[in-house]
């Protein structure tokens, strides 16, 4: 698994987690959401130089 971490990535798994929830279905590890939120991951974003 890629452990890099972008916002793209992580907006994206977040969206899949939140479609497969209300479909009932789940998903491997690496696709769930972030338990506590993504306010949990405490990650600073910042425009590119």
Do not use: C, F, N, Y
């Amino acid at each position: 698994m890629d452990t890099d971490l972008t916002r793209r990535s992580l907006l994206k798994a977040h969206a899949a987690a939140i479609a497969a929830a209300t479909a009932g279905i789940s998903l491997p590890a690496h696709a769930q959401s972030v338990p506590g939120g993504v306010e949990a991951l405490e990650i600073k974003w910042s425009k590119a130089p």
